[in-house]
C-alpha cells in the first residue's frame, strides 16, 4: 500500500502534506491538481506532516489535493540509448514532449523501451558477480555498452543463464543469476539508481595518473586536468566561462560527455543543440552529438529540478564509467544550483549561513565532487568520471561561499579575470591565479615525461616565473615610467607578453586556433619557452616592444595557419629569422 | 469585478501588514487573484486554513471587516490584436480610459518554451548605432541589458533603437517610470508614427510599487500572443528592472524572509530569469528581443541586482560621457553583446569580427596612453597616434548620436587604421589586410 497524503500548505514550491502513513526522506511524491500530477520530493519531515518540494509551478494548488508517496528516491533510468538525448532535470527527454510550451507535469520516456538492441554476452552460466559486473555488451551509437548488474543488487551472484546473441528490446530478460539462498534474479538492459547516492560498485579509486587533453593551451599546458580529476572555473558575467566550457565539450579527450546546462541560459543550450549534430570530434570521425548527453534546466525551469540536473548528470556519468569508459561531466553553473538550495533553505525557514546559503553548504558541495574520479573496477578495467564545473560569483567576487567551498573540493583552479575579459585576452583564465594540483602529482609528471618530453613540468614552472616577472615589471614600468627603468624591464614584461600573447590567448571562434593538439602545444609553447630564454639587447624600450609586437604578430599568424603546412612553416623560418637577427 | 452568484466573501481578516493580509478561507488556490476591500490581491501562502495574500496597492485603509472576494483564477490578461496601439495599467486595464480589450484570457507568467524547441537566433537587428551595430551586435530573440546611471539618456536611447528595430510590434513595459518619461516615450512613438505598433503596460512613480511587479509578466503575455499566435518579431523595452527587484524586496520583506545579498530575496535570480528567458526565437519565424534597463548606482555593478541580471542576459550595454568629445558613448569594454558571434561576419561583411576586436584593442592602448599622460609621463609616438584615433573612434563611431549602416561602420575604421597606423600595428589577418586596406 502506497503512502497517501493531502496538501496542507503551500509556499511557493514547497507544500506540506499531511500523510497517512510512513514518509521518508528524499522520498518522491506526486501532487495531483485537477487533471496533471506533478512530482515533488520530500525535504523534511514534521510528525505526519512532510515538506515536499514541488518540480513544477504549484499556481492554483488548493489544500486537500490529494499526494501519493511513491516509496523510492529520486532515480536515474539508465539503459542503451541514453547518448545524444536531451535531457531536463529529472531525466524527461525534452524531444518527445509535445507543444512549444513544457506543460505543467509533462513527463517522458527517458529512453526509447521499444528500440531493438544488439546484444553479445561477455558472461557465462556458472560466473560469480557483483553489481556492475558485465554480463553482455550492445553498441550504443559507436561505443560498446556494457550490460551490467544492476547497482543496487549488493550481493554476489552465480550467472544460471545469459541469453544469446540476438536482438533484445532494454526490458527483456537478457540474464538470471542466483544469489546465496538460491534465488534466482532476471536482469534487463535497464536499471534505476538514486541520483543523490554515489555509485560505488568498483574495486578501488587511485589518484589519477593521466592528463585529460582539452586543445585549450592555457589548460593543457599551463594548468593541465588529470583524468578523473576535478576543476572548477569560476568567473564574473561576460569572463567567458560558457565558451570555455563549450571549447572543452568539443574538444576534450573522452569517450561520453554530459553536459548540465543548470539554470543558465536557454540560448546557450540551444548553440549546443544546433551545434553538435553537425561538429565532428577530430579524434574519432563521429559527430559530437553521438557522444554528449543534455541534462538541460535552464534559468526558467523549475527551481527544484535544477538542483536535481547535476546529480542526474553525475549518476549517468557513473553508469558509463562503469563499463569502463573515459566520462566527462561539465556543469553550468554550480552557483546556481547552490542557489536552488538557498531558495528551498529559505522557505524552510532554516537559520542561514553565510549570504543566507545553507550551513552545508561547503559539505554538500564536496560530497558531490567526490564522486568524480578515476576508478578501477572489479574487472580490472579502469574507468573515470572527470568534473568540471563553473562557478558564478556574486560580483565577481571570489569570497563568496560557493567559490570558497568549491576551492576547498576541486583539484584544478581556472579563474577568469574581469581585467583579461576586458582587454579581449581569451580565454581569460588568469595564468597566475589558477592552479592545477595535478602538476604536483609525481604520476602526472611521469605521465607528462613519457608523453609530452622529459622534463615538461619544469618547463610549465619556468613559463609562470616569465609571467610572474614580467607582471612584476610592468608594475615596475607603470609605477615609474617608460624611461624610469632599465630596457630589462621592458624586456621581461614582453617576453610575459610573448606566452601570454601566443600560448595563453586562443581564438574559440577560430576553426584552426580553436582547437590546439598537445603536439601543437609541445612545439609552440617550446618555441616561445627557448626566445624567451634569450638574452637580448635592446638600445631601448621602443625598440623592445617593437620587436616584440612584430614577433608576436607573427605567431599569431601562425597560430591561425593549419598545422604543418606550408603557410605554417613559413611563418615558423620567418620567426627564426626574426629572432636570428636580433641575437646576433 | 463584480461578484457572481454562490460566491463566498469573507469579511474577517486576522492579519494585517503594510502588504499584506491573513483570514481563514477554504477552497483557495495558490497564485489566485483576490479582492480585499476592493484591491487587488493575489494568494502567497496557504497553511492550513489560514491564506497570505499580497495586496498591490498596499493595504492602507483596510480593516479587520474588509469584504475579501476570491476570484478563483490567477492574473490573466485579455489578449487579441486590439492591444496594439493602447496603454494599460499594470492589471491590463486601459489608461486614459477607453474600452477594454476583449479577446481570449490568458495566465501571465505561464509556462516555459521547451528549450528543444527554440531556434538559435540569427537575425540581426540593426540600430544604425556602432557602439551596437559594430561592437556589440543585437540578434532577435535577444534579452540584453542598458546599465545605466539614472542621469544616463538610457530612455532616449532605447526608444530610438526600437523604432530602428523594424519590429512588428514593440511592448513597453514602463515600472516605476516617472510621468514624464512616461509621456516623452509616448510622444517619441506618436511623433514617429509608430503609435499602432506599440502595446504599453505602465505603472508610474504615482502607482504603489507593489503593482509594478506585474507589469513584465502582463507585457511578456502580450509579446507571447503577438510572437507565438502571429509569428511576428516583438520587441519588448522594460524600465526599470532595478525597480521591479525593489518591489520584489518589498514583498519578501513584508513576508519575512531572510535576505540575501543586498537585502534582496535569495530568489532574485530566479525571478529575473523567468522574465528575461521569455526572450525567445521561434520556430515560425516570430521572436521576442528584450531590451532592459538596469540603473545602477554609482557605476556599480556588483550590485545585487546588475550582478544576477548579467548572469542571466546575453550581454550589456553600458552608457558613458566620453570627455574627449563630450558625447555619450556605448562603452566599448565593459559592453558586450553574447550573440554576435551568430551574425557577425555571417550577416555582415567577413572582416566584421576582426576590424572590431583591433578598434577595441587600440582603443584600450589609447586608455593605458592616457593613463601615462596623467601620471605625468612622457608619450611614445605610438602612444599619440592611439590617442589621436581614440577621438575619432569615439566621435564617428561609438557616439550614440551616429546613425549609419555597418558596412559604413566597417570601412570608416578601415579609414580610421590607415590614417593612425601601419598595418602591423593593427594586426589583422593579412587576407583581410590585403582586401580592405585603405591606402
Redesign the interface.
Known sequence: MKTTGRVNGIISNIVIVKADGAVGQNEICYVHTGDTKMMAEVIKVVGDAAYVQVFDSTRGLKIGDRVEFEGHMLEATLAPGLLSRNYDGLQNDLEKMDGLFIARGSMTEPVDFGAQWEFEPLAKAGDKVSAASWLGQVKEQWLTHKIMVPFTMTDTYTVKSVAQAGTYKITDTIAVVTDAEGRDHDITMVQKWPVKQAVRCYAEKPRPARVMETGVRAIDTFNPMAEGGTGFIPGPFGAGKTVLQHAISKQADADVIIMVACGERANEVVEIFKEFPELVDPRTGHKLMERTIIICNTSNMPVAAREASVYTGMTIGEYYRAMGLKVLVMADSTSRWAQALREMSNRLEELPGQDAFPMDLSAIISNFYSRAGLVKLNNGETGSVTFLGTVSPAGGNLKEPVTESTKKAARCFYALSQGRADSKRYPAIDPLESYSKYLEYPEIAEYLDDHIGKGWVEKVYAGKTIVQRGKEANDQINILGDDGVPVEYHERFWKSELIDFVILQQDAFDDIDANCPIERQQMMYETVLNICRKEFSFADFEECSQFFKGLINLFRQMNYAQWQSEKFNDYRKQIEQYVLAKTE | MTTRAFQKIYTKIDNITKATVTLRA???????LATVGGKLAQV??????NVTLQVFAGTEGIATDSEVIFHGE?PKLKVSDNLAGRFFNAYGEPLEGGEAVEGEAR?IG????????????SELIATGIAGIDLNNTIVT??KIPFFADPDQPYNAVMANVALRAKADKIILGGMGLTNDDFLYFKSVFENAGALDRIVSFVNTTENPPVERLLVPDMALTAAEYFA?DKGEKVLVLLTDMTLYADALAIVSNRMD?????DSMP??L??DL??I?????Q??NGGSITIIAVTTLSGGD????IP??T???T???LFLRNDSDTGKVIVDP??S?S??K?LVIGKKTREDH?QVM?AC??LY?DAANAK??LE????L?DYDERTLKFAHDYSEKLLAIDVNIDITAMLDTAWTLFAEYFSR??V?I??ELIKKYWKA
Open positions: 477554504s477552497g483557495v488556490g495558490n497564485d489566485e502567497v501562502k496557504i497553511m492550513g486554513e490567477p495566465e505561464g509556462p516555459t518554451v521547451n528549450p528543444f524547441k527554440r531556434i538559435q537566433p530573440g535577444q507565438v524572509q531572510i535576505p540575501s545579498k535569495g530568489s535570480y530566479s530569469a523567468k528575461y528567458e521569455k526572450a525567445v521561434l520556430p555593478i556588483t550590485h545585487a550582478d544576477n548579467g548572469y542571466i546575453e550581454g550589456q569594454f565593459r558586450l553574447r550573440l558571434q569580427p576586436n577595441v584593442r584600450a593613463t601615462k601620471n605625468g609621463f612622457d611614445s602591423e600595428e594586426a589577418k593579412e
